[in-house]
């Protein structure tokens, strides 16, 4: 099943009052249910739940379907929020393809299923030998960090026996497939005698979540401080698992978030543990590894200000230095909070406790103030290197050329060979606008504004993209000038079936959301609605033919082209007939 049909059928089983009501606490109110809004900090009940599957909030003006809502609440893209809400509605996408392809797909969606099961059923396991008497040097260990219960069951922590096959056994008794675990990395399989085997032992176990609260992958830290074992073991990329695109508590951070509007983005498990513990609620935690563009994205999809929280040694502050370059490149803000020399944020708390990391957060640098500290202290060629991959980053082109400006100048850099080596590097991958030879501090050129006959046509688009084809067959696509407009159209008229609209972002999503909003006029009258726009598209026609047509006729007058200007009038003639 392909676009429109699947959306409308995935929002036919899945009604908006139950999925919202899974994570706000709605309130039935007559026809609608209201609550707080989840986008945005109030005690309000301005979030309002309509059973004909739309929500919105008077008070952020936020609105829109199941699909806006996931895609909003969940920070994710449009198409992954197709994905997993066609998966929780049982609702099979592109089944126009081969009988075997479909068959695969099927196939594919069953081995899914049946290792999250898997994970569900290890966690328990897990958390069953936590409190077992073969827990307790784990539980020791947890009270010496001053891990709270509490805090244990909401993270749902559990302990790996030093045993190389106890959850093997386990899930062998369960009758699950322990060959389709390993495919899921959750066990391990021998390379000389091809047995299973656990691969997390010893181990205090912390459950990754995807924001559903589905468990999808396990890191395991070693608590024998003497042990000459890794200190963590993370499972590696599976069929439900991509350490990339997911972030540590996540799940249960994502409210504090919307609340605070402020994220405080660590590197371990441990971390996030103890900021919850203490108050911080909006804490989440990179998964051991240097954030990718995906974590970056989904981050700035829950908030606008970033805090960013790395250990005081060298490798948190390289650590951090990469992640002020990953935001920067959105075009984001973020801020470093630098711990002292040797610290980290579990120690700073449970030794000097709220009232000393509420200082460091007022001390926090802007990440580009900390970026250019950092590479002042670097060698020129260290900085120079930055400065190019940093650019070769930049995700709005719009932002390149001040970048490149500002950089110049605050790291002594000669900005002409910035701007050639960025050019080059464009022309090399072809990958993004070439930054325009501004001078110092020049800001981005203002978008142009809409003419008249750009809003009409791309109003009735936005309205109808269903009818892309016939608004362009009326000549159209040739009057729009200005690069927003050409963007937007490309956008909607390109955009699959029933998908239209979920991607756009910033004034593009605006100018959507005005046509279709609740102020907007109900869709209902698309034949008229195109005849009128074909009308205002033939009056614009006529009216530049006949300017034209003056223009030829002033420039012969008095030059012998009479001839020219009586063929141009024949061919005037054939202008278009407005549409009756």
């Not at 909003?72 to 075997?100: C, K, N």
């Not at 468990?215 to 890794?230: E, H, L, N, P, V």
């Not at 978008?447 to 006959?453: F, G, Q, W, Y």
Request: proline residues 5%; neutral net charge.
């Amino acid at each position: 099943m392909q676009g429109s049909d699947a959306i409308e059928q995935i929002k036919q089983r899945i009604p908006i009052v139950d999925l919202i009501g899974k994570f706000v606490p709605l309130k039935n109110l007559g026809s609608r249910f209201v609550a707080p809004c989840p986008f945005h900090e109030e005690t309000k009940p301005s979030f309002s739940v309509t059973p004909n599957g739309y929500f919105y909030c008077f008070g952020c003006q936020k609105h829109g379907d199941i699909f806006t809502f996931w895609m909003e609440y969940h920070g994710v893209s449009f198409r992954e929020a197709l994905e997993q809400l066609a998966e929780m509605a049982g609702v099979v996408l592109d089944e126009r393809r081969s009988p075997e392809a479909a068959r695969q797909a099927k196939e594919r969606r069953t081995r899914r299923q049946q290792v999250i099961d898997m994970y569900r059923f290890a966690q328990k396991h897990f958390w069953q030998n936590l409190s077992s008497p073969k827990g307790a040097a784990c539980r020791a260990y947890m009270q010496g960090r001053g891990i709270s219960e509490k805090l244990l069951e909401t993270f749902g922590l559990g302990w790996a026996l030093d045993d190389w096959h106890d959850l093997t056994g386990a899930l062998q008794r369960a009758g699950f497939d322990v060959r389709l675990a390993a495919e899921g990395g959750l066990v391990g399989i021998s390379h000389t005698s091809g047995k299973p085997y656990d691969p997390f032992r010893a181990r205090l176990m912390f459950p990754i979540r995807d924001t559903s609260g589905t468990t999808i992958a396990f890191g395991g830290r070693i608590i024998d401080k003497d042990s000459d074992q890794a200190k963590y073991v993370n499972t590696s990329d599976s069929i439900i698992y991509k350490k990339g695109d997911h972030l540590y508590g996540l799940d249960l951070a994502g409210q504090a978030i919307r609340r605070t509007k402020r994220v405080f983005v660590t590197e371990g498990y441990m971390d996030v543990l103890t900021l919850h513990q203490f108050g911080y609620a909006n804490a989440v935690g990179g998964l051991g590894t240097a954030l990718t563009d995906q974590q970056v994205k989904r981050i700035l999809g829950y908030s606008p200000e970033i805090m960013l929280l790395y250990d005081g040694d060298n490798a948190g502050r390289k650590a951090a230095l990469a992640a002020s370059g990953k935001f920067l490149a959105q075009g984001a803000s973020a801020k470093v909070i630098l711990q002292p020399e040797g610290e980290d944020i579990d120690s700073l708390l449970r030794t000097q406790g709220a009232e000393a990391f509420e200082r460091l957060q007022a001390q926090a640098r802007p990440a580009l103030q900390f970026c250019m500290e950092t590479m002042r202290a670097r060698s020129p060629r260290e900085a120079l290197q930055w400065c190019k991959d940093f650019i070769r980053g930049i995700r709005l082109p719009e932002l390149v050329s001040p970048a490149i400006s500002y950089l110049a100048r605050h790291l002594g850099f000669d900005e002409r060979e910035l701007r050639r080596g960025a050019q080059e590097d464009f022309e090399q991958t072809g990958a993004r606008t070439p930054p325009a030879p501004a001078g110092r501090g020049q800001a981005p050129a203002p978008r142009p504004a809409l003419s008249p006959i750009e809003k009409e046509i791309l109003r009735c688009a936005v309205r109808y993209p269903e009818r892309a084809g016939d608004i362009a067959n009326m000549g159209a696509v040739l009057l729009l000038a200005s690069p927003f407009a050409r963007s937007l159209w490309t956008k909607v008229a390109q955009a699959r079936p029933g998908e239209a609209g979920y991607d756009l972002e910033g004034e593009e999503r605006a100018f959507w959301d005005r046509c279709r909003g609740l102020e907007a006029p109900e869709r209902t009258a698309p034949d008229m609605e195109l005849r009128a726009l074909q009308n205002v598209i033939d009056r614009h026609y006529r009216k530049v033919q006949k300017s034209s047509l003056s223009a030829v006729l002033r420039q012969n007058d008095g030059n012998g082209g009479l001839e020219a200007g009586i063929a141009y009038l024949d061919a005037a003639q054939e202008t278009p007939t407005e549409t009756k």
